[in-house]
């Protein structure tokens, strides 16, 4: 059990064509993905990548591990199914935003909530990809899209904030091009015993070019993101000089240090480890552009686990027998029986 | 005592009367002392209707008797009416002569014009084609029970017991198994325990003592074939043959399912059987659990899901899902009256089509129907013998009256049963992914977890082989051929068809699920009539079995009976281009032998 499996990035890529359009944050999505599977120490006949539909979910066929391309939304139901079933298996379920926050949201909010031990990667472009380009639930009141040539009417989910709501144990947001970021996210997700949230922010080339680039953006990124780390208080900006901090009203601000007497003492100091979700929610309503945008991992609490639930039932209910099933015949026998003489 | 062949008995009262818990207890006994028994449950949607009201009346049927019992009866012989609603609604189903016995304590004014009566039946001539028999149970049962602590209120819920006790003295039945189901079921509460048993004695020696009969009747002993026998409901044994299909083969169970009425009990009943390995999933909604339960047969177990008509509806999509990616999977449709919401707890067959043609593509699937309550078992391990064989999902259809009504079952030996091998690939010589079996056509059926064989699967279409994603206009449609001719391919899995009565003739009866025993009684009554008629029952619906053809070109006519308005013949008559007439009816409520005997005749000699 301790050898070390020893793979490449190359030993995860199956022989599939990658089929998305040129540009798109897939890649290196995919590209991190494979890098930091590589690295987990788990056999690659282990791995089982499960998807639903969309630009996002056509991802298993580019992994040389088990894979699962499903139906629209559902994916987070199928991989419930095969977890529970062998919960030996690491299971990641990958796909957009219309996939998993539209169609499929309540199998999202459902597998959060029951903790099957397994990572979802939410690749959110606020935009439908596949179908050509209409406005998705992430998108927002305005977006013109063809099917909203006069501007989106949808008010957007923020998917931390649903993933929070439905009770993840963890949730952590990354960004497609930043691939050690991205990593290092989904390597504690991996290590995390629950349902891990990740979401992913990706840039659409064709249809939603540039969605994050104010906020991610190579040049903006450090004055317009700021990295939560567990203990550490929320500081950002080039120079490091900026922070964030809680007003009476329980709402947040921007500071600056040293600007009226602002000293890190002042700032919230990142807790991911709170029973409740309550700070990490109100992290999640920090907002480009009138907020930093926060990425990293919002919240992580240890729970008990769906699949370790059931099992324990099965083998309690076992135990009476030796541990083992009891006989077809025990079963067909209970309740009132009578015989009938020849 | 007047000795009798079999006896019709129908308990109807509000849902808080205790009907089906009467009937079931009734039931038991019968079953124990030795009769053959069939039972229909027949109760509103609502949980506790409005007391009174003619809508609220549950009502529970039994025919047992000395003979072959194959269904509850077309109409009873008493009625067992603890309000004016229950008499209201079920004298239509009494025979003329028939004896009713009512609880006068029910026949408040109130009651009555709740119910539409006029005038108090029990005061004038309305009643006079029967036997009527009022006895004040309500006051008698809190005479009884004077001594006992309980409140008024839950004394009187003793009631049905001193009913079943009069019943039990009708049709001269011990009391003992009843008593003895008392003291377990109320082990923790003696009070509640004497209490009913008292009630249950005092109605008994009062219908004795107060000769409110004019005659009692004794039921023997039916023929039955020598062996251990259990009461069971066809949800039970539903549950309990896709347990024992998935031990014999080695696997464990999971079901995804979401509570729909009336296949609920399948999930209960696979919750409590977790020794056996069944991981149950109730799930958000109709689509999470049959998509949990391909998760699951995708990672080596048997995945099953249970429901009704909405719900297969709503499984549509990823039943098609399970069939492209050629997974085993059993799906349990327990049919309910439709369209939409319908008549939740009525029965119906009108899933045929759904379950047939219900997804996009062709996509053709094997589809299997339980006949009856004990059949539930047999056709639910075949069921899933045949999806584990073939990797692509069975659809097992059950009803409403199949799933709650009840007769005996002669439990099986465990050698008896078909093996089932479950065979998954381990090999990583020569795998492809849909590579095929030549004598099945399944593809290999690989865990998740095994070295060497990790491979892709999904909804997109699939090239021959290798599975990869592919586009091939020849690729597509070989694929399904394939699909299809797989599922022809059970065929060879179907023993020859019996042909019950005649085996050529002048009228052949097509049915398939639940009429089996109306249909099986009403060919009897047609022979009897001279009619030269034979009838085959359909286990498989699809694909239909290959000796089919030849034997309606026995017949001259084709008479097709079914609980909705013509689904099966649609498909009789364009495989065989023949001329079939259907007897239909959509009423929630199974058909009769009477009917069944009607349509023969009809058919036969012209309507007259
Ligand atoms: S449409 Fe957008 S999301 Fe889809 S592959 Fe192209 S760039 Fe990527």
């Excluded at chain 1, 329980?250 to 807790?271: Q, Y």
């Excluded at chain 2, 059987?273 to 069944?278: D, I, L, Q, S």
């Excluded at chain 2, 593509?361 to 006949?371: F, R, T, Y």
Aim: charged share 20%; proline share 6%; aromatic share 6%.
């Amino acid at each position: 059990m301790n050898d070390i499996i020893q793979l490449t990035r190359k030993d995860l890529a199956s022989d599939q064509e990658v089929r998305w359009c040129p540009g798109c944050g897939d890649y290196a999505i995919l590209k991190g993905v494979q890098s930091a599977l590589a690295t987990l120490n788990v056999p690659r006949e282990n791995m089982v990548v499960i998807s639903g539909i969309g630009c996002a979910a056509r991802f298993p066929y580019y992994m040389n591990t088990y894979g699962f391309h499903t139906i629209h939304g559902r994916s987070p139901a199928v991989a419930t199914g095969t977890k529970m079933a062998n919960p030996d298996l690491h299971v990641w379920i990958v796909g957009g935003d219309g996939d998993m926050m539209s169609i499929g949201g309540n199998h999202l909010i459902h597998v959060l909530r029951r903790n099957v031990d397994l990572t979802v990667l939410l690749f959110n472009n606020r935009i439908y990809g596949l179908t050509k380009g209409q406005f998705s639930p992430t998108s927002g009141v305005g977006k013109k899209t063809k099917s909203s040539p006069m501007g989106s009417i949808d008010p957007a989910f923020e998917p931390i904030s649903l993933a929070l709501g439905a009770g993840a144990t963890f949730a952590a947001r990354t960004v497609d091009l930043w691939g050690k970021h991205l990593q290092a996210t989904i390597k504690a997700a991996h290590e995390h015993k629950g349902t891990s949230f990740i979401e992913i922010l990706q840039n659409c080339i064709i249809f939603n070019d540039g969605a994050f680039d104010p906020a991610v953006g190579k040049k903006v990124k450090s004055d317009k993101t700021v990295e939560l780390v567990h203990g550490e208080p929320l500081i950002f900006g080039a120079e490091r000089d900026k922070g964030v901090r809680i007003r009476k009203d329980l709402t947040l601000e921007v500071v600056t240090l040293g600007e009226n007497g602002v000293t890190e003492d002042d700032l919230v100091v990142h807790n991911a480890h709170a029973e409740l979700p309550g700070l990490a929610q109100l992290l999640a309503t920090m907002e480009y552009p009138d907020m930093p945008v926060p990425v990293g991992i919002f919240r992580q609490v240890s729970r008990p686990t769906y699949e370790v639930g059931m099992d324990a039932q099965v083998t309690q209910a076992q135990a009476a027998h030796g541990g083992d099933k009891p006989s077809l015949t025990s079963l067909w026998n209970q309740g009132d029986t009578w015989d009938v003489a020849p | 005592m007047q000795t009798v062949e079999s006896v019709v008995v129908r308990f109807a009262g509000d849902s808080g009367d205790g009907v089906q818990v009467t009937g079931t207890q009734f039931t038991n006994t019968a079953a124990l002392v030795g009769n053959d028994i069939a039972t229909l449950p027949d109760y509103p949607a609502e949980i506790r209707a409005p007391a009174g009201t003619l809508f609220g009346v549950s009502g529970f049927q039994i025919q047992f008797g000395a003979t072959d019992i194959r269904t509850p009866g077309d109409i009873s012989d008493a009625l067992v009416a603890f309000n004016p609603a229950a008499l209201k609604v079920n004298l239509s189903r009494l025979r003329k002569g028939g004896l009713i016995l009512v609880n006068v304590d029910a026949f408040s004014s109130r009651n009555l014009t709740k119910a539409g009566w006029e005038h108090n039946p029990l005061e004038d001539d309305t009643l006079a084609a029967w036997q009527v028999v009022k006895v004040n149970m309500t006051r008698l049962t809190r005479e009884a029970l004077k001594e006992s602590p309980l409140k008024t209120k839950d004394k009187d819920r003793a009631k049905n017991l001193f009913a079943l006790g009069m019943v039990y003295f009708l049709y001269d039945r011990p009391l003992e198994h009843t008593v003895n189901w008392l003291n377990s079921k109320f082990a923790k509460l003696p009070n509640v325990a004497e209490a009913n048993i008292k009630a249950l004695k005092t109605g008994y020696y009062y219908a004795e003592t107060a000769e409110i009969f004019r005659a009692t009747y004794q039921v023997p002993e039916a023929p039955i074939a020598a062996g251990r026998y259990r009461n069971v409901t066809g949800n039970l044994t539903t549950a309990m043959g896709l347990v024992s299909a998935a031990q014999n083969a080695g696997l464990d169970l999971f079901l995804g399912s979401y509570p729909i009425t009336p296949a609920s009990d399948v999930l209960h009943n696979l919750a409590s059987m977790r020794a056996h390995g069944v991981r149950t999933l109730q799930a958000e909604d109709e689509i999470a659990a049959v998509c949990a339960a391909i998760g699951a047969s995708y990672a080596g177990q048997l995945g099953v899901c249970s429901t009704s008509g909405p719900g297969l509806a709503l499984k549509g999509e990823a039943i098609g899902l399970a069939l492209m990616v050629e997974l085993p999977m059993v799906v349990v449709d327990v049919q309910r009256g439709g369209p939409s919401t319908g008549l939740p707890t009525k029965t119906e067959q009108s899933d045929f089509n759904i379950a047939l043609f219900g997804r996009n593509g062709d996509s053709p699937l094997p589809v299997i129907a339980a006949k009856s309550p004990a059949d539930c078992f047999d056709a639910a391990y075949e069921a899933a013998r045949i999806t584990i064989k073939y990797r692509t999902p069975v659809i097992l259809m059950t009803d409403g009256y199949l799933a709650n009504g009840s007769e005996p079952w002669k439990i099986p030996n465990e050698a008896d049963l078909a093996p089932i091998e479950s065979d998954f690939r381990t090999d990583p010589e020569g795998f492809q992914p849909y590579m095929r079996d030549e004598a099945t056509l399944a593809r290999p059926w690989v865990k998740p977890g095994t070295p060497g064989l990790e491979h892709r699967v999904g909804g997109l279409e699939k090239q021959h082989l290798t599975g990869n994603v592919s586009y091939d206009p020849m690729n597509h449609h070989r694929m399904c051929e394939l699909r299809r001719d797989k599922v022809d391919l059970v065929r060879q899995e179907m023993p020859p068809l019996e042909v019950i009565g005649e085996q050529s003739g002048d009228v052949l009866v097509i049915g398939w699920g639940s009429t089996y025993g109306a249909i099986r009684s009403g060919v009897d009554a047609a022979l009897a009539d001279g009619v030269k008629v034979g009838a085959v029952h359909l286990r498989w619906i699809n694909p239909l079995p290959p000796d089919l053809g030849e034997i309606i070109a026995r017949f001259d006519k084709v008479l097709v009976p079914e609980m909705n308005l013509g689904q099966l013949i649609k498909v009789i008559r364009g495989e065989f281009l023949v001329d079939a007439k259907g007897l239909n009816k959509v009423q929630g409520m199974p058909l009769n032998v009477g009917e069944v005997k009607q349509a023969i005749l009809d058919l036969q000699y012209g309507e007259a």
